[in-house]
């Protein structure tokens, strides 16, 4: 006997959670990249804490509270960001600075 096909309402409702999911997971894999690209995350961690290896090491001070501004200037002219900076457009910069501009 064939199964009984879902009712409309609930296949849509599933489509809707799928497209959802598939969506999330986009928007996941882009920010990963983006800060895995430039590895923004290898040394100041994911949240801007500074809390990796690298940051205890090398004494790297939080993200937390800076302007997208003072961000962006920072990647741009630190000597020791060049290899970040180099691997960024200007509007992934921008889009990294606004990024941790929201870090709390
Ligand atoms: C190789 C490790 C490394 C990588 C990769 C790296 N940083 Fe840094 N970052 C540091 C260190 C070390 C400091 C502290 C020394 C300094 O000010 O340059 C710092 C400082 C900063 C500061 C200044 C913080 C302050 O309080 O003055 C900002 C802003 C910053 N990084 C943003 C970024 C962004 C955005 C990226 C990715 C595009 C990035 N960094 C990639 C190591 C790194």
Do not use: W, Y
Not at 34 to 58: E, F, I, Y
């Amino acid at each position: 006997m064939n199964p009984v096909p879902p009712p409309m309402e609930s296949r849509i409702v599933r489509r809707m959670k799928i497209l959802l999911a598939i969506s999330t997971l986009i928007l996941g894999l882009t920010l990963a990249a983006g800060s895995a690209d430039a590895n923004c995350a290898s040394c100041h961690g994911a949240s801007g804490a500074g809390d990796t290896p690298v940051g205890a090491a090398m004494k790297i001070p939080p993200l937390q509270g800076k302007s997208a501004d003072a961000v962006s200037k920072h990647v741009s002219e630190a000597a020791n960001h060049a290899q970040a900076k180099g691997k960024l457009s200007d509007d992934d910069l921008a889009a990294v600075s606004a990024f941790v501009a929201t870090f709390k």
